[in-house]
């Protein structure tokens, strides 16, 4: 076989956090009058908190507003209600066909690296049950955030793959960006029309639907 590792995506690929990311900067949002609304917070997805809360700003036309300090506190106030939701997670909310993939991974020893822009992501690994399955978890801290290819690049690097034998997962336009900017073979998981745009090389309505054989063919990466 010549695929060398698969990277994973976290929110919006293993669970369903984005909906909780949703609903804590709604309420940020809420709280110095910016409307935003589910089609607007397609355009976070995969952004790191600071530049998601930029983007925030200029979409209410407040990006003058607030000082330095005042954003760490808006960005704290976003995080501490995120994480706050985060308690209710338990290894039922991994998305469908996740374990098994991870699993299949993992019986043949195919490296799996976790390559989120979440500072959350080992919690939340944690409690969906899911940190003994991943060889390497890249710590965004100082990567240039997706659409850069930096953090899929990082992750193949920690486990020696090249990336033109490596697979990516995404749910996000920034994301299935970032993997291509790699140079590896992105999938996305999602709307068919915004991933495709965005250059994702096959995409799936569901995680239900990943099959590791099916992309290894798709991928070109038998032997
Ligand atoms: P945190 P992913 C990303 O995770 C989310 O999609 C994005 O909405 C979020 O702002 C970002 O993580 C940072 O998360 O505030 O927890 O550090 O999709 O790259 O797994
Ligand atoms: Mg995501």
Not at 42 to 47: F, S, W, Y
Not at 87 to 108: D, F, K
Not at 183 to 188: D, I, K, L, P, T
Not at 200 to 216: E, F, G, P, Q, R
Request: with cysteine; hydrophobic share 40%.
């Amino acid at each position: 076989m010549k695929l060398q590792a698969v990277l994973f995506d976290l929110d919006g690929v293993i669970t369903d956090t984005a909906e909780y990311h949703y609903l804590a900067w709604k309420q940020m949002a809420d709280h110095i009058e910016i409307d935003i609304d589910r089609e607007f917070n397609e355009t976070l997805k995969g952004i790191s908190r600071m530049e998601s809360l930029e983007r925030i700003l200029i979409h209410g036309k407040r990006e003058r507003d607030f000082s330095g300090e005042q954003r760490e506190a808006l960005a704290k106030e976003k995080n501490d209600h995120y994480v706050s939701l985060l308690t209710h997670l338990s290894p039922e909310n991994t998305y469908p066909g996740i374990l098994e993939l991870l699993e299949q991974l993992n019986q043949v020893h195919i490296p799996v690296v976790l390559t989120s822009a979440s500072k959350n992501a080992p919690q939340i690994l944690k409690s969906l049950e899911l940190e003994d399955k991943f060889q390497y978890i890249v710590n965004p801290d100082g990567i240039t955030g997706k659409p850069a290819p930096d953090i899929f690049l990082k992750g193949a690097q920690a486990v020696s793959a090249d990336p033109k034998y490596c697979i990516g997962i995404e749910d996000a336009q920034a994301g299935i960006e970032a993997i291509k900017a790699a140079g590896m073979y992105a999938v996305g998981i999602g709307e068919e029309r915004l991933l495709s745009i965005a250059g994702a090389d096959i995409v799936y309505d569901s995680t239900a639907k990943l099959d590791l054989y099916s992309l290894i063919n798709a991928a070109s990466l038998a032997s």
